[in-house]
């Protein structure tokens, strides 16, 4: 069993920031890949950032220079700093662990970007 526990979300102005965080418990091996999802009403889940055991990220292009990933490989957590938020990313945010090829989501926390 994994379970992934996200934390962080909730309402910010536009141009604000917050700070997402994922906690993994469990029975993990190592947490290959450690992501970040979103998933907006009436839209498909679409990736946000990820990043490799070995720290090796990649984003989506609509949040380069604005979304920072980052992972504590020793707490088995991954951390989305997001800033200059926009209200078309209000959206339910999931964490997405990659385990021996397995994949695991949370249950995702909400972000509400509105004034």
């Known amino acids: 069993q994994v379970q992934l526990v996200e934390s962080g979300g909730g309402l910010v102005q536009p141009g604000g920031s917050l700070r997402l965080s994922c906690v993994v418990s469990?029975?993990?091996?190592?947490?290959?890949?450690m992501g970040w999802y979103r998933q907006a009403p009436g839209n498909q889940r679409e990736l946000v950032a990820r990043?490799?055991?070995?720290?090796?990220?990649n984003y989506a292009d609509s949040v380069k220079g604005r979304f920072v990933i980052s992972r504590d490989n020793a707490k088995n957590t991954v951390y989305l700093q997001m800033n200059s938020l926009k209200p078309e990313e209000t959206a339910d945010y999931y964490c997405?662990?990659?385990?021996?090829?397995?994949?695991?989501w949370g249950q995702g926390t909400q972000v509400a970007v509105s004034s």
């Open positions: 997405n662990v990659a385990i021996r090829a397995m994949g695991y």
């Open positions: 469990g029975s993990i091996f190592r947490l290959d890949v």
């Open positions: 990043m490799t055991w070995g720290g090796s990220a």
